[in-house]
Structures are given as C-alpha cells and as structure tokens.
C-alpha cells in the first residue's frame, strides 16, 4: 500500500464551468468557501502534497497549492489532459485525482484507495450499490502516463475510458460521500437542505 509521502494531491478546476453557467467552479462558494480551496483543505492531510489543475484565475488557486495548467494548444482539454499534464510533473510515485465539486471528500478516500490498489495502476470510486463510477477520484501509479497519452493522442478524452484500459480496480463508497455539485441548482439544494438543518 502506497504510504502517504509516496502520493501527490491533485484537485482538478480546470474545466471552462459550462453547467455552472461558465462560472470557475472551483471559486463557487459553497458554505461560504471556494469549493477548491474546501477539496484541497480536505485532501492535503492525506497525502505529501496537493496540485490544483487550473486555467484561469491562476493566481487564485495559488494561494492555496502550486498550480497545473494545461499545456498549449490543449487547454481546457479536459480532466485527462490536466491529469496527464500532473503525471509528468509529479516527483512521486502516486497521483490522487480528486474533482473540485467534491465538498464531502472523505477524510480517508486515500487510504481507502491505496489500500485497494494492490498491484493495479489504478483506483477508482464508484457508489456502493449503484453502477455509476465516479472516475475523477481516483488514484494513478505514474506509470499510467504513457498509455493515457497514447489514449489523448488516438482521441480519447473520457477518463471512464481510460481507467477501463488501464484495468483500474473500483472502490465502493457511500453516495453521500460523493455528492458532486455541478450545476446551479445542485448547489442551491445543497445550501437549501443546509439552511433547513440549522
């Protein structure tokens, strides 16, 4: 099981937004905080140290971790070039991608995942009793770079597909734990529901 020295954090932002309205989701406020600066809050206690992919805002999410922007001409490529683009920059052996619309990160979704690994390059959370994965937390050896660049460079984008090709293993988690928010009405439930509790 990889130990927590040998895993870099990276919280992906880098996308252009278009369901929250072409908002920068990670500056999103979701209980008075940015919802990247809440993931990174939460997955830094878990590993050696935290990335945040990003492509606008930079000086923003520098106050928080060292930032990952696409490379040019690719930006705003996707989650699996700013994942490609964390895996040539790391100098550890272990890469745990977390989505920044993940507020209720698990305090021990590493551990869970690297206890899982085993000898597979790859982890990856998926609902307890539910098939739908949840492929942007997940853990990649560094390893995995060369095949998701030759995935990239034969057109294929989607990090579901990619896993899949790199014989990733699934790890069931609790829905409640990987409760996205993606959109403004998903948000808004959220803070209703919060609103209603207090």
Not at 170 to 181: G, K, Q, R
């Amino acid at each position: 099981m990889p130990a927590r020295h040998e895993i870099t954090g990276l919280v992906l932002a880098g996308g252009r937004g278009r369901r929250m309205g072409g908002a920068d989701k990670g500056l999103v406020l979701h209980d008075g905080q940015p919802l990247a600066q809440r993931v990174i809050g939460r997955l830094d206690p878990q590993v050696g140290r935290v990335l945040v992919s990003a492509n606008r805002n930079l000086d923003v999410y520098a106050q928080w971790a060292a930032v990952v922007t696409d490379p040019l001409p690719a930006a705003f490529g996707g989650p699996l070039v700013g994942i490609l683009a964390a895996l040539q920059r790391i100098d550890t052996e272990w890469l745990l991608i977390a989505p920044c619309d993940l507020p209720q990160l698990p305090p021990n979704a590493c551990e869970r995942l690297a206890a899982a690994v085993g000898a597979h390059a790859a982890a990856y959370a998926c609902c307890a009793g539910d098939p739908r994965v949840h492929s942007l937390l997940c853990l990649l050896h560094r390893r995995c770079g060369a095949p998701l660049q030759a995935l990239l460079e034969a057109g294929e984008a989607r990090v579901g597909a990619a896993l899949q090709a790199l014989d990733a293993i699934a790890v069931a988690f609790d829905a409640a734990e990987l409760t996205n928010l993606n959109t403004p009405d998903e948000l808004a439930a959220v803070r209703g529901a919060n609103d209603g509790r207090r």
